[in-house]
Each structure stands twice: as structure tokens, then as C-alpha cells.
């Protein structure tokens, strides 16, 4: 059974940093594309990044690009997004998600929990 699970989100003052991690479990990772999507407060479900399974490519929306990276680790199941620059308007929870495609982010599959992410002084 697929199954992931994000954390490092919490409170950060207006320019600061976080690092998102998931792990993935019941399933190899290698298979699928990774990504991120998040989801404020009364706001539909944006994308963030995506990265493929063999690391080969990233994308971003233009929200998150030249701020934050997506990386992957596939022998330790991990995903990852670092987030610098964090503005209050990237305030939201945070999925980690599993998509059906080794290239792109376009079926999506499974996703995690969700881990809240609050940009505010």
C-alpha cells in the first residue's frame, strides 16, 4: 500500500526557510514522478513542483520558482522541498504526492497528510 508522509512545516517569519521532507513507503519510489501541491485556506489546490523519477527533471510553478527546490532521494524513499524567501502568501498545507508517470505530474495517484506551512511575523 502506497502511503506518504510529510513534515517540516510550522511557523516562519516572512523571508525565512523550511524544509519540506515526505517519506514514501509500500512502494518504490523510483517508479514515480514526485511532487508537491498545496492548498490555502478557502483556495482551490495549486501546484507547486514536480521532479521525475530518475531526477532527470524539475519543474516549477512561477510561484515557487527561484525560491524553492525539489529534490529526491530514491534509495531512502525521501522527498524533499526547500523553501527560502517564504512570503505570507505561500501560508497553506503542503502535500507531498505520488504521481502514475516516471516524467511528469499529470496522474496524480496518492498523496500524504499534508503539513501546515504559516508565513507571518
Known amino acids: 500500500q502506497l502511503q506518504l508522509m510529510e513534515s517540516g512545516g510550522g511557523l516562519v517569519q516572512p523571508g525565512g526557510s523550511l524544509r519540506l521532507s515526505c517519506a514514501a513507503s509500500?512502494?518504490?519510489?523510483?517508479?514515480?514522478?514526485m511532487g508537491w501541491f498545496r492548498q490555502a485556506s478557502g483556495k482551490a489546490r495549486e501546484g507547486v513542483s514536480c521532479i521525475s523519477s530518475d531526477n532527470s527533471n524539475t519543474h516549477y510553478t512561477d510561484a515557487a520558482k527561484g525560491r524553492f527546490t525539489i529534490s529526491r532521494d530514491n534509495a531512502k524513499n525521501m522527498v524533499y522541498l526547500q523553501m527560502n524567501g517564504l512570503k505570507p502568501e505561500d501560508t497553506a498545507v503542503y502535500y507531498c504526492?505520488?504521481?502514475?508517470?516516471?516524467?511528469?505530474?499529470?496522474?496524480?495517484?496518492?498523496w500524504g497528510q499534508g503539513t501546515l506551512v504559516t508565513v507571518s511575523s
Open positions: 509500500g512502494f518504490a519510489l523510483d517508479r514515480y514522478a
Open positions: 504526492a505520488a504521481y502514475d508517470s516516471r516524467y511528469y505530474c499529470d496522474n496524480l495517484d496518492s
